[in-house]
């Protein structure tokens, strides 16, 4: 099926640890974003990314670092994992800038321990 | 600062009967939103949106009304579905900036 593939789907991190959230998409789309979803929040924009070699910092990008060398894949980078990054991601792709037409991956469920 | 609030958490219905979700928001320069809906262990989905230009927008069994003095929007679905059970959220931009999303509601249509 055609979308929006994330992995992992579940990962245990220790605190001070590093990992990269792969994201992939396979609709050509320009627009991605990672949020994140704190328990009985919303979605929060970290980074997001207008096409292949743009990227901006959306609402927390603070511990976080993007990379979109191309137009598929937009890696999410967890340098130095914090407590505080436990949380559900996710990763959508957009034919257009409101999301009226965004895919959503199922998420990566994170806990930092 | 919560800019876009969705004030119950939850809400059970009825089958057949009306869902009424509420979101209200503070920043007057939002000029367009959206709903989506979540399903466990999914992402959201797009399901509806509205300009600040209308204060109605319908699409099948989904309406939404916007009420741009009270800083308010409402999506009904009529009539709702055992299926219709998930979480909403509502999401706002202004110029066709970031989207703002609220908290969530956790719909439950009881057959």
């Known amino acids: 099926n055609a979308g929006v593939t994330q992995t992992p789907k579940f990962r245990i991190l220790k605190i001070g640890q590093s990992m990269t959230l792969q994201c992939t998409q396979d609709?050509?789309?320009?627009?991605m974003y990672w949020y994140r979803q704190d328990p009985g929040m919303g979605l929060k924009l970290i980074y997001y990314s207008v096409g292949a070699g743009i990227t901006d910092k959306g609402e927390v990008p603070n511990g976080y670092n993007v990379s979109r060398s191309t137009t598929e894949d937009f890696p999410l980078r967890l340098e130095l994992a914090a407590p505080s990054q436990t949380s559900v991601y996710f990763c959508?792709?957009?034919?257009?800038?409101?999301?009226?037409?965004?895919?959503f991956g199922q998420g990566t469920r994170l806990t930092v321990v | 600062d919560q800019q876009v609030k969705q004030n119950s958490p939850s809400l059970s219905v009825q089958e057949g009967r009306i869902s009424i979700l509420n979101c209200d928001y503070t920043?007057?320069?939002?000029?367009?939103f959206l709903w989506f809906k979540k399903y466990p262990a999914e992402g959201p989905t797009f399901l509806i949106s509205?300009?600040?230009?209308?204060d109605k927008n319908e699409d099948g069994r989904f309406t939404v009304f916007l009420n741009k003095s009270a800083k308010h929007l409402s999506l009904h679905i009529v009539p709702s579905q055992p299926g219709d059970s998930a979480v909403y959220f509502c999401a706002a931009s202004a110029q066709g900036g970031k989207l703002i999303f609220g908290q969530g509601t956790e719909l439950s249509v009881k057959p």
């Open positions: 959508a792709s957009s034919a257009n800038r409101g999301l009226t037409e965004a895919f």
């Open positions: 920043n007057s320069m939002f000029d367009y």
């Open positions: 609709m050509n789309h320009n627009y």
């Open positions: 509205i300009s600040s230009i209308k």
